[in-house]
């Protein structure tokens, strides 16, 4: 397993369409993939969970990836989380 924190920089938060760009990224990884908030830890790959979780703008969320491709998803994750999820 591998993770690494990282801050929620797009002004919605975690809204439906950066919710849907997440996940349908990370369903390409063969890797389980969590979202890690203080408060809970949802599946990264669900956009009705990652929405449901209502993940504000600044929140610092843990990426966990775990599997044979796990090091390129948190990579992969990462890079959209500070790129702004396309915001």
Known sequence: MVSEKVTLVNPQGLHMRPAGLFASSMGKFACDVTVVTPEKEVNGKSPMALMAAGIPCGT?????CDG????????????LIKSGLGE
């Open 60 to 64: 610092e969320v843990e990426i966990r």
């Open 68 to 79: 044979t491709d796990e090091t390129e998803a948190l990579a992969a994750a990462v890079d």
